[in-house]
């Protein structure tokens, strides 16, 4: 049977002399990995369309088991994300986290959704680090951890003061502190910055423009409910790690966040 997918690829890995195992997330069938024969070779009229994040059509025969790529056109070719470092290095990230959460076997229009947005974004240049970061929030439930931020998640109270708990998994108002000594005290400012990354549209992923210690304080928190709750830690977060020493950005993963 020949299907149509509008898809994006997760990753390319090869197989054998020529060929190349490909993962696709589709719009329409999920991730779905296929054997694209021959794409290694450069001349290959599959070459092109299998590399990383490329954006297009997938014409692909399946019957039972993998399918094979017939072929594919591309939507967009990303071409930020093959050519800027900086870009190709968080869309690995993106790639490799949605790669890790997302299961074969059923559509997936959400998820689909959110790579195909913050891949696009990226590519026309937007900041890359906090688009990722709104990936990470966006992917929470995948990874089976659906924060309650609303209201407390303790005695359900909307208002007074609120800290951030990931023993209670979300927020914690004042009269409950006492139930988590761990706890991350929140301003209001940072209250509503942390609704924002989990409840703002994808659409508006694009617009995010927020300073260094803002996406610090965001990806600290994140980046701990990932590894306390999921165990996930991903091998592309080392190459950003390295790439943010660089930039003079040391330590923005590991230090003990002092804003307020
Ligand atoms: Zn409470």
């Not at 997918?5 to 197989?15: F, S, T």
């Not at 994300?81 to 790639?95: P, V």
């Not at 709750?229 to 790690?241: A, D, M, V, Y």
Request: charged content about 20%.
């Amino acid at each position: 049977m020949l299907h149509k997918w509008e898809g994006i690829v997760l990753k390319a890995r090869a197989y054998g002399e020529s060929n190349k195992i490909v993962t696709l997330l589709t719009r329409e069938a999920g991730k779905v990995a296929v054997m694209a024969r021959g794409a290694k070779k450069p001349t290959s009229r599959l070459a092109g369309i299998t590399q990383p994040f490329m954006y297009g059509l997938y014409l692909v025969q399946r019957t039972t088991g993998m399918g094979t790529l017939q072929q594919g056109e591309h939507l967009n070719a990303m071409r930020t994300l093959q050519t800027d470092i900086r870009a190709t290095a968080y869309a690995s990230y993106i790639g490799e986290l949605v790669d890790r959460l997302v299961e074969e076997g059923e559509p997936q229009p959400f998820a689909f959704e959110v790579v195909r947005q913050a891949l696009l974004a990226i590519d026309e240049g937007y900041d890359p680090e906090a688009i990722a970061l709104f990936v990470d929030w966006k992917m929470l439930p995948f990874a089976g951890v659906q924060p309650i931020l609303h209201a407390c998640a303790s005695c359900g109270a909307a208002d007074g003061e609120f800290a951030f708990s990931f023993a209670q998994g979300g927020f914690l108002c004042h009269r409950c502190y006492h139930h988590d000594p761990y706890i991350i005290r929140l301003s209001p400012t940072q209250l509503k910055l942390i609704r924002m990354f989990y409840m703002m549209p994808i659409e508006q992923v694009g617009k995010l423009d927020l300073k260094p210690q803002t996406k610090m304080f965001i990806k600290k928190i994140v980046t701990t409910i990932y590894e306390e709750q999921t165990g996930i830690r991903l091998k592309s977060r080392n190459f950003i790690e390295q790439l943010e020493k660089m930039d003079g950005l040391d330590g923005a993963w590991h230090t003990n966040n002092s804003e307020n």
